[in-house]
């Protein structure tokens, strides 16, 4: 398939990887920030064709990971609502709350459905004036702009059966938070591709210099990260910390400047609460005062009780690169896909579900 | 009962296997193989049977009275026999418009017409106004096995070669495509087809056929998992050789799903001795519906019961079974 094969070539991705253990003269222990290269680099087995002394850590770039159990719970007690239909993305279906999670809720007799974008939500409310139309929206600034154009028309048009629930967050924080840690062993970044491609990448030149460290914007293809890893050892062996664009044919500086100009027209940063790492200054996006019409939690005002999470899961452990997935005495034990302790080993982006999935037999046959 | 329950992934074999095998149990279920291989007299027949419940009712390149009939005419052949008599149930839905069902009939006619087969007894029952999503479609179907093979995963040995009769992923994505009113450049049609005709070719041939599997629900991926774990056999097999159309690669790129997964309605896989895959290839290639058929991998070793990829840029990777359905990612 065109502009996908290009990035898939294994002659060239040979190629780089020994130019990059040519290169590689120090160990250096990197993050990619997004869930889709972990699950790209475990999929694709790229892990193993990168020098030994090169330590790939992941990151907490996993929307659905990151969600708070609080706003589950809240999203399954607003669905559970006769008059509602709650929509979200698929990911989120299998997600566990404190005590369920939203494909339980839908086989109880919840309306829930999956659409592929917000504005599809929106639809359902124009089509259907007699129910309350709910958008669960989760996501970094990729999918942020979406649900802002979905507020925003649904203010234009005075649709007064659409509301949102706002789990959106964002990169830059959460990058903060890990690298400004004491404990932190990250020497450097590949921020995600997808979030700069919208949000551009001043925003992290502060970051790079503040506290040293090299940030290479990177694509998701194979070729991408393994380009995207050179050009990290490249600055880290010359002992820079610039921001560069791996991911040129898609990433501007400036990023999408009518996607940020709309959201924040209708989106505010606040404080977010992170699914098992906790809460992060400034890393949530809500509805602005003026939007807030449009706001779920208000317009239902569902009291949710105390959030409970399993005292056994890692995730925040393994969402800020301090472990890997295997690490964790619940993996592949108490916590699989079916019966999962945590986000992160049920997302399609999430680090424990790439482990799970690709890697636990080989995992398991190395431990016997 | 949760969706993923009938999904064709993990929870659904958790369920056969904690449910149905116990209870029901005999040796020819607990062979879980597409249907039973029973003996009435001298003659070995293979008896099998499928619900359908597929919305939409019609799809591009099929329809639920199509997929009825050659999905269970595919697990005939699966074990080996020729496909010659069907039933159908019908479940239809207070309000279903009578037109829907003649279309309906006229589709499963057609379909048995081109596999061969005859639709020799059914049942119509109707349900109360939201008890039924329109029409549900359960076939039952027997056939006689010619040959003497033994064809089922416990035959599969290491050595052997995993021929693939053709591409994988259109039905699934036709279905997608069709349900959320998707739009790609062209239409994307299930490959809905029998594949009776090709596997009897492979027998006539004389190639000592293994075991063969059709690719449904949980894709190629789930059905190969599946088979090395029944044959306690390590399944290599390789990304690059798993034909994929331009289209439907498309489609699940922008929708984040794996092709492997995604379900087909007219493929199987066929384990072969070594020695006749190239044979058997050429005998699949001679069909229409198998034209594209290619070798992707092969039988390694006993007793791991496991499926590796060797992917697209050359790392090698687990093939898991799925939990339930994909779920298109969020970003």
């Not at chain 1, 974008?117 to 979406?146: I, K, N, Y």
């Not at chain 1, 925003?203 to 990290?232: C, H, K, N, S, W």
């Not at chain 2, 039952?140 to 070669?161: F, H, K, M, N, Y």
Request: hydrophobic share 45%.
């Amino acid at each position: 398939m065109k502009y996908v094969d290009e990035y898939r070539d294994a002659d060239k991705a040979r190629a780089l990887a020994a130019r990059l253990a040519r290169l590689s003269q120090h160990p250096w222990v990197v993050m990619e920030v997004c869930g889709g290269q972990t699950h790209a680099i475990v999929r694709y087995g790229l892990d193993a064709l990168l020098p030994r002394s090169l330590e790939l850590v992941h990151g907490p770039g996993c929307p659905v990971c990151v969600t708070a159990v609080g706003l589950l719970d809240l999203a399954m007690a607003i669905a559970a609502r006769p008059e509602v239909v709650l929509c979200t993305f698929g990911d989120m279906m299998r997600v566990p709350g404190s005590r369920s999670d939203l494909f339980a809720v839908k086989a109880e007799g919840a309306d829930v459905r999956t659409v592929y974008s917000p504005l599809d939500a929106v639809e359902l409310a124009r089509r259907q004036p007699d129910r309350q139309v709910v958008f669960f929206a989760v996501g970094f600034e990729t999918t942020a702009p979406a649900t802002a154009m979905a507020v925003h028309l649904a203010q234009r048009e005075g649709l007064a059966n659409f509301s949102v629930l706002v789990a959106h967050v964002r990169v830059p924080p959460a990058l903060e938070a890990i690298v400004a840690s004491p404990d932190c062993r990250v020497q450097g970044f590949l921020a995600a591709g997808h979030v700069c491609m919208v949000m551009g990448y001043a925003e992290y030149e502060p970051l790079a210099a503040q506290y040293r460290v090299p940030i290479v914007v990177t694509g998701f293809e194979p070729l991408d990260i393994l380009q995207g890893v050179y050009m990290l050892v490249q600055q880290l062996e010359a002992g820079t910390a610039r921001v560069e664009n791996q991911y040129a044919r898609t990433v501007r500086r400036e990023g999408n400047v009518q996607a940020r100009r709309l959201l924040e027209t209708v989106f505010a940063t606040v404080t977010r609460e992170w699914r098992g790492i906790g809460p992060i200054p400034n890393s949530g996006l809500a509805l602005r005062p003026e939007y807030s019409a449009f706001d779920a939690a208000a317009r239902f005002g569902i009291e949710c009780p105390p959030e409970h999470q399993d005292a056994g899961c890692l995730s925040g452990q393994v969402l800020q690169g301090r472990i890997k997935p295997p690490q964790c005495p619940a993996f592949a034990s108490r916590c699989t896909p079916e019966h999962p302790l945590g986000a992160t080993m049920v997302s399609s982006e999430g680090a424990c579900a790439a482990y799970f999935r690709y890697r636990r037999p080989a995992a398991a046959d190395h431990e016997s | 009962m949760l969706l993923a329950h009938g999904g064709g992934g993990r929870l659904m074999s958790q369920l056969i296997e904690r449910v149905f095998v116990p209870t029901f149990a005999n040796p020819y279920l607990s062979r879980q193989h597409d249907g039973a291989v029973v003996r009435c007299g001298s003659v070995r027949v293979a008896f099998t049977t499928d619900s359908y419940v597929v919305q939409p009712l019609f799809f591009a390149g099929g329809d639920i009275g199509s997929l009825a009939v050659n999905g269970t005419v595919n697990d005939l052949a699966m074990c080996g026999a020729r496909p010659q008599y069907l039933s159908c149930g019908l479940i239809l839905e207070e309000g279903l418009e009578l037109e829907v069902v003649r279309r309906v009939a006229e589709s499963m006619q057609a379909a048995a017409g081109r596999a061969g087969v005859q639709l020799v007894t059914g049942d119509t029952k109707v349900v109360e106004r939201g008890k039924g999503d329109g029409l549900f479609v359960n076939t039952a179907g027997i056939g006689v096995v010619e040959s003497e093979l033994d064809i089922g995963p416990e035959q599969i040995r290491p050595g052997d070669v995993v021929l693939l009769s053709g591409d994988v992923g259109r039905h699934g994505i036709a279905i997608i495509a069709q349900r959320e009113s998707l739009q790609f450049e062209g239409t994307i049609e299930s490959d809905c087809a029998p594949v009776a005709e090709e596997v009897l070719a492979l027998l006539a041939a004389g190639i000592e056929v293994h075991c063969l599997r059709d690719l449904t629900r949980g894709g190629l991926g789930s059905a190969l998992v599946e088979l090395a774990e029944r044959a306690g056999a390590c399944v290599e097999v390789c990304e690059r050789d798993i034909p994929v159309r331009e289209e439907v690669r498309g489609a699940c790129e922008i929708l984040g799903l794996d092709p492997l997964y995604v379900a087909n309605e007219g493929r199987f896989v066929a384990f072969v001795p070594a020695a006749q895959a190239e044979r058997a290839l050429g005998v699949l290639r001679e069909h229409a519906g198998s034209a594209q058929a290619a070798a992707i991998g092969a039988v390694t070793a006993a007793g791991s019961g496991r499926v590796l990829m060797e992917s697209a840029v050359g790392g090698q990777r687990l093939v898991d079974r799925l939990s339930g359905e994909q779920l298109p990612r969020i970003c």
